[in-house]
């Protein structure tokens, strides 16, 4: 199961465990709409309208009724879902609160989230920000509902949008709208300034409204926020988020929405401390992830409402399945769906009485969680280390788990402990410090002879890097590690050292810390899907160089079927480069480097009997350059690929990818090439005639538009260009120009724009 499926299970059973009334609900009218937290990176506090600290531990799951305010101080992020399908995010430096909330009940069905493309009944919310920048992502709102943010100087009205605001009270507001439609109107008056997808707006306060174009970088960021937020909510059922709005009502018919019951457990985790405060001031923070889940309603786990995706995603998690099949499903259930106690841990504390559950639900839950999982610690022994005193049991808790196991089976006074244990004797007890028997002469000796190869190597540094890693307790796998490492942080010349080169297998180097930045290239092209073989052989180094040569990797690769040069921080290619000997089927070559590429106008790289990846993590330009395999070429940039005159012949695919902007100005392509794939957030093409044979699939951040073209010509503002596949200048298929939509209409048919299902 990946992170964010758990934090869905987790964010589920903080709902299930709430145990929600259901609350009559009138056929007819509105009720109160509930928020539900889905992200929460701290320092984040809540307080209520008085700017007290909410007497309740807010959490991944915890709902919250409208009209309380919520702070991301400095460094913090916080993402609601509303019950209408909107998500807000508080970047930041930032204090917000829906005031104002209200929507018709619905039927939750078998629905979840992501079935949604708009909002499930119709609602009106009205949200106070009091300073710092919200980003907002609404589904399309029905047309009884209204959405407006209201700020010190001025109101956003929202039509079913993605957009940012921002309220600075010495600068005043910035909005920057990335879909549809947000009004603005002045506080002081005036009437409504519309801005349009791919606008802003800035007003101080004084003058008048100022319109302008949307920052690209503002834009991508916007989007970065809102796919976190959209992953982090998409597997809610409605179930859950109906529940979540019976319990709010249920609270507002208890006691009006503006205490929390009795019935809470805990001291409160907000911190109202600064809530007046600038935005650039760094506060307080809440227990956040982690803390109890869900709301202070007071309602048992038994009472609980669970839909079948709370079901079904309950069952998929073997740790929040046996939470909810134990037979003591008691008031520590509640607490215990909130914290991180794995499944042995969970299995070992409902095995002890209520009273030592109790207990260990008192302490820090780092020292509750080492407690069990010393093996041996039953319920005797725990009831013992609760007899003693708090000094003394932090104390014992210091010791390594068998001596502490032994201290308790002693039954020794505490008196005694005290007199016997300080922090000196039991640092000094501990079995690192030890005097060893029988020290291993070999392992020094290794150690020696190992510190001076890398001094000789000039890799030094290795050596100290490693040794403050281990903390100066040597092994062999730590030598091995070292040694790997020297190799890595050397730089090489392939062609000057080829003779030189001991080629290194993928389970020593992928490994290894001082190869990270090409691990992640590895893996990030593997989570492409694209075709990089498993297990390559690698030639690494800190900085690699490629003259012109023919290199034959016969040897080097034995019986394995993939070759990964790759430098993890600079790569430079020049001159007619040929791969030979990788005639094996499936041979993939890749070409890769965690920091910036050098590839010389006129470079060729030819590898005519296998697969060629090209990657790295900066910028990728390639200008006058050809590109050649028998199967597939691809390349891949995690920043921004440019293409100028580049001829690629690749006998089945030709993938381009970059994580931001792909822009192409001169591609040939082979007639006979079956598929062409282009992926990135913004596409710019010029001068390129698509083969008509060829199936080409061009993917942007926001997909196609009216579900089918490109934006056409140079007239496009940069701004609407953002997020989209743009025909800039030149662009054919099979000879044929493509400039406007009648032309691709009729020509453009074996060309499919779409939208980036993994950006």
């Known amino acids: 199961m990946n992170t964010g499926s758990i934090r869905i299970v987790l964010l589920q059973i903080s709902l299930f465990f709430c145990g929600f009334a259901k609350a009559e609900q009138g056929d007819q009218g509105m009720v109160a709409g509930a928020l539900i937290v889905v992200e929460l990176e701290n320092p984040v506090s809540f307080v209520d309208a008085e700017e007290q600290p909410l007497q309740k531990k807010i959490g991944i799951g915890s709902v919250l009724a409208p009209g309380n305010w919520a702070i991301a101080r400095k460094g913090g992020k916080l993402t609601l879902l509303l019950s209408n399908g909107t998500l807000v995010t508080l970047l930041s430096n930032t204090k917000m609160r829906i005031g104002d909330f209200q929507q018709e009940p619905f039927e939750a069905g078998d629905r979840k989230m992501s079935d949604l493309t708009g909002e499930p009944s119709s609602s009106e919310v009205g949200v106070d920000l009091d300073f710092g920048s919200l980003v907002v992502k609404t589904k399309k709102l029905d ?3 209204s959405f407006d943010i209201r700020s010190p100087l001025g109101t956003a009205g929202i039509r079913g949008t993605e ?3 921002g309220f600075d009270p010495g600068q005043g507001i910035e909005l920057d709208v990335t879909e549809s439609t947000v009004a603005f109107t002045p506080t002081a008056g005036g009437v409504a300034t519309p801005v349009s997808q791919g606008g802003g707006l800035d007003f101080s306060g004084s003058g008048t409204v100022a319109i302008r174009a949307l920052n690209p970088a503002v834009a991508q960021s916007i989007a970065q926020v809102t796919t976190s937020a959209v992953s982090a909510s998409n597997d809610i059922s409605l179930s859950a988020v109906t529940d979540a709005m019976n319990q709010t009502a249920a609270q507002d018919a208890s006691d009006g929405g503006s205490e929390d019951s009795e019935g809470e457990e805990g001291e409160g985790e907000g911190d109202s401390d600064g809530a007046e405060e600038s935005g650039g001031e760094d506060g307080g923070d809440s227990e956040g992830a982690g803390a109890e889940g869900g709301d202070a309603s007071g309602s048992s786990a038994g009472e609980a409402s669970s839909g079948s995706m709370i079901d079904s995603l309950l069952e998929s998690d073997p740790d929040a399945k046996q939470t909810r099949e134990t037979g003591k499903v008691s008031s520590n259930s509640k607490k215990m769906a909130g914290l991180p106690f794995s499944k042995a841990q969970l299995d070992k504390f409902y095995g002890f009485s209520d009273g030592l559950q109790n207990d260990l639900l008192e302490m820090e839950v780092e020292d509750a969680m080492r407690l069990l999982d010393v ?35 002693a039954r020794i006074e505490e008196e005694l402990i005290g007199s016997v244990l ?4 039991i640092e000094s007890g501990k079995s690192q410090n030890l005097p060893t028997q029988t020290p291993d002469s070999n392992l020094d000796r290794q150690v020696l002879e190992l510190g001076d190869d890398l001094r000789v190597a000039g890799t030094g540094e290795v050596f100290a890097q490693v040794e403050e890693m281990n903390g100066g307790s040597w092994s062999e796998a730590w030598i091995e590690t070292a040694r790997v490492g020297s190799a890595l942080a050397q730089d090489y010349s392939l062609s000057a050292d080829w003779e030189e080169l001991s080629p290194l297998p993928s389970d020593q180097v992928m490994d290894n810390p001082f190869y990270d930045s090409i691990s992640s290239i590895y893996n990030q092209l593997i989570y492409d899907l694209l075709d990089v073989g498993m297990n390559p052989v690698v030639i690494g180094g800190r900085s690699l160089s490629m003259g012109e040569q023919s290199y034959d990797f016969s040897e080097l690769l034995g019986d394995k079927t993939s070759l990964l040069i790759g430098s993890t921080e600079s790569l430079s290619l020049e001159g007619e480069i040929e ?18 590429i050098e590839v010389s106008p006129g470079t060729s790289v030819r590898s005519a009997l296998s697969g060629l990846v090209v990657a790295a993590r900066e910028d990728v330009l390639l200008q006058e350059v050809a590109l050649e395999s028998a199967r597939e070429v691809a390349v891949r940039s995690l920043r921004d ?39 990135a957030t913004t596409i710019r093409l010029s001068n390129i005639d698509f083969p008509s044979a060829t199936a080409v699939q061009l993917n942007s951040l926001k997909g196609p538009i009216d579900g089918k073209y490109p934006n056409f010509g140079t007239a496009i503002s940069l701004e609407q260009q953002l997020g989209r596949v743009n025909f800039i200048e030149n662009v054919r298929s099979g000879g044929n120009l493509l400039n406007d939509r009648p032309s691709f209409d009729q020509f453009g048919g074996n060309i499919s724009i779409g939208k980036l299902t993994n950006p």
Do not use: C, W
């Open 143 to 145: 047309k009884k509902s």
């Open 163 to 165: 957009f940012r605001m």
């Open 375 to 409: 093996d041996g610690f039953s319920q005797s022994q725990g009831d013992l280390f609760f007899e003693y005193a708090e000094p003394t049991r932090e104390l014992i808790l210091e010791l390594e788990d068998l001596a502490l196991i032994s201290l308790l089976d």
């Open 422 to 425: 300080s922090e000196d004797s």
């Open 579 to 596: 791969f030979v000997g990788l005639a094996a089927e499936g041979v993939e070559a890749m070409l890769a480097t965690g920091g910036a």
């Open 641 to 679: 690929l440019q293409l100028t005159q580049v001829a690629i012949t690749a006998a089945d695919r030709v993938h381009l990818r970059a994580s931001r902007n792909l822009e192409v100005n001169g591609l040939e392509l082979s007639q006979s090439l079956p598929s062409l794939i282009m992926q």
